[in-house]
């Protein structure tokens, strides 16, 4: 049979078989062959045999695709179970140990792109003289193994060498990006008592510069680290209370990173905080090598002259995965600044310009660009490029017709789920998979993914809870400051105690894809028939008029349900009567004649996480009378009047029964 794999262009793999593959995938497969008598006929074989075997397969990982452990071991997996299975026994090691692997010196490992175009290569030579003399300097601060390194930073070269000085003397690094308020920057950074803040004194971001010198000041008093590091990018000083970035980097030093446990902490990762505090995610050194390795190699095909593009912010994980692509000896394009300024074509010209092989992206970015009728393909040479990645939100199938006939037929969309949970994607694509518009292709590699229902039952063709059923080394090792373990339990374990509930809603099919049908906790429940929201919004967002939608369904004192859809409308659109009916029957027609809502109301915008993912709880819960300061945080919000008129709605009128 011969299909489309996801570096374009057919494969005939009756013929070529799974270990025959051009990828690193083949490659590992060969080596299984090779070393230990596996042999697999295609992807979801080896799913199968990577979630039986779990310690078969994860030492393969290391052994087979160059993950540096410093001491052999016996014991892959000493104690499975949920939480607190224990991986790796014995075994030291440290993340920046990959930085010391082979390759070209004068090669880059990172490129910071910013939106006037300028670039700056920082070469692997470099990069790693700049990561040992940051972490010699440290040293000389007192930080020593354990002890926190803080980041404000944005997408650029200096938030990636700090993070691998700090990883490389066994400091817990933790970040956020330049454009956090200071409140928000200290509800996750303060916790963690850092002993060194790495800020920068202000960023450029859609065409202005943004000062950052009061809100490092409000940080400091705030977080109260010993010591201060500042990135000068508006003034050509820095404050005589702060260190001078540039002179903390500029030493000759050798990269000679310290051997820790497997289960060190590498990194404190944190989740939204919409409803409340955000969790601070603890992911040891191993676990969150082996993942990187397993991702960056196994499913994104990166190696030696790939190059990876994204518009993210140290604040995402997407970020970790970034980063961490010089790992495996390919080069991290780090845009920095708006990726819709001054219009929305920028991005794909810095992948035109710089050669990238593999384009990150949201839904939402994608969208931005048909609704702006550019056309990348013809605008920018994109030869080189191999894979748009897409992650974020649940990504329609009209994303997929938009990149074949606007970008070009070569390139496929690989559409990824998971999450900062677990440092990286529970469902995705491999180079061998096909691409099925509107589904992810399959699970990932060593994730044993199942829809259950409420009962703890597997689900086929139907759509249940999100739950990964054996445990995964990049699972977070605890939440900083739940010494009890009781706040991990209950965020993860709770619902089926000894398996990880995601919070999603997704549909396993029969064939190994897996629809993601939106937040478990923001289904649409009416009259017993459960539909997720991305079905809603795969429907309405494609009308023309549709910029984009929310749609929530509340739970009435009486017994009702009361499910509005709100809309924000493109410029000159209107939201009347004719509109409104071609909303219900595309609702009708493509997701369900049982889920038309109630009422459709227009609003100016749609609010988000500082992520992009929708605030559908906050409005269902500020809707149903709950007070907004204890609902979401205004600080974890991207746009804080958006939300505002949520809260007027609510004040003015109460759910309709």
């Known amino acids: 049979m011969t299909v ?52 078969g397969f994860w030492s393969a990982v290391q052994q087979y695709l160059g993950v540096p452990f410093r001491t052999a071991y016996r014991d892959v997996l000493e104690e499975e179970r949920m939480p607190g299975a224990r991986w790796f026994p014995g075994v030291r090691t440290n993340y920046a140990d990959g930085l010391l692997a082979d390759g070209d010196p004068r090669e880059p490992a990172l490129i910071t792109v910013r939106e006037d175009g300028t670039a700056a290569p920082l070469p692997l030579g470099e990069f790693r003289r700049q990561v040992a003399s940051l972490a010699r300097s440290l040293n000389s601060l007192g930080v020593g193994v354990g002890d926190r390194v803080a980041g404000c930073l944005p997408n650029g070269a200096e938030a990636a060498v700090a993070f691998y000085a700090a990883a490389s003397i066994g400091a817990v690094w933790a970040s956020v990006g330049a454009d956090h308020g200071p409140d928000a920057a200290a509800a ?11 800020a920068v004194d202000g960023y450029r971001h859609a065409g202005v510069d943004r000062d950052r010198g009061p809100a490092v000041a409000a940080l400091r008093e705030a977080v109260g680290p010993a010591h201060t590091v500042l990135v000068p ?44 505090a955000p969790k601070g995610l603890v992911h040891s050194h191993g676990g969150v090598q082996l993942e990187m390795y397993k991702t960056l190699k196994l499913h994104w095909d990166l190696g030696p002259g790939s190059r990876v593009l994204w518009a993210t912010s140290p604040s995402w994980v997407i970020w970790n995965l970034l980063v961490s692509a010089p790992l495996v000896g390919a080069t991290a394009v780090l845009y920095e600044g708006s990726p819709t300024f001054p219009d929305t074509a920028g991005l794909w010209r810095a992948a035109s310009a710089h050669r990238v092989t593999h384009f990150g992206t949201s839904p939402g970015f994608l969208a931005a660009c048909e609704r702006a009728g550019i056309v990348p393909g013809r605008l920018c040479d994109l030869s080189a490029l191999r894979q748009i ?3 974020g939100s649940p990504v329609p199938a009209s994303a997929h017709a938009w990149v074949t006939a606007r970008v070009g037929r070569h390139v496929p969309l690989v559409v990824i789920s998971g999450g900062t949970d677990v440092v990286g994607a529970l469902v995705g694509g491999a180079p061998t998979v096909p691409v099925v518009p509107g589904e992810i292709s399959a699970p990932c590699l060593g994730v044993a993914v199942e829809a259950w229902d409420p009962h703890g039952r597997r689900l086929v063709n139907e759509m249940g809870e999100l739950v990964v059923t054996r445990p995964m080394p990049s699972m977070p090792v605890a939440l900083w400051g739940d010494d009890s373990g009781e706040r991990h339990r209950q965020a993860y374990f709770a619902p089926y105690p000894g398996t990880w509930r995601h919070g999603d809603w997704i549909t396993r099919t029969e064939r190994n894809t897996v629809v993601v049908h939106g937040r478990s906790d923001a289904t649409l429940n009416r009259n017993g028939v459960r539909m997720g929201s991305a079905d809603i919004y795969a429907a309405v967002e494609d009308l023309p008029e549709i910029l984009e939608a929310l749609v929530v369904g509340a739970e009435l004192p009486d017994g009702g349900y009361w499910m509005p859809l709100f809309v924000a409308l493109r410029e000159g659109a209107e939201l009347d009567d004719g509109l409104r009916d071609r909303v219900r029957r595309a609702i009708r027609r493509r997701a369900s004649p049982r889920h038309v809502p109630d009422e459709i109301l227009a609003v100016p915008a749609v609010p988000h996480t500082r ?8 409005v269902k819960r500020i809707l149903m009378g709950a007070d907004p300061g204890t609902v979401v945080a205004p600080a974890a919000v991207d746009d804080p009047e958006a939300l505002e008129f949520f809260v007027r709605l609510a004040e003015h009128r109460a759910p309709r029964g």
Do not use: M
């Open 4 to 55: 489309e794999n996801q570096y374009g262009g057919g494969r005939d793999h009756a013929v070529t078989g799974l270990g025959q593959d051009p990828s690193a995938l083949g490659a590992f497969c060969r080596r299984l062959r090779e070393k230990r008598g596996l042999d697999f006929a295609d992807y979801g074989e080896l799913h199968r045999w990577s979630v039986t075997d779990l310690p």
């Open 188 to 198: 996750r950074l303060a916790p963690l008592a850092p002993k060194v803040l790495i």
């Open 233 to 276: 990018r508006l003034r050509p000083t820095v404050p005589p209370d702060c260190l001078d970035w540039r002179e903390l980097t500029a030493g000759e030093a050798a990269l000679e990173p310290v051997a820790v446990p497997f289960d060190h902490p590498l990194w404190v990762l944190f989740s939204s905080g919409t409803t409340g």
């Open 389 to 391: 990645i897409a992650t």
């Open 611 to 618: 992520t992009g993912k929708k605030l559908e709880v906050p």
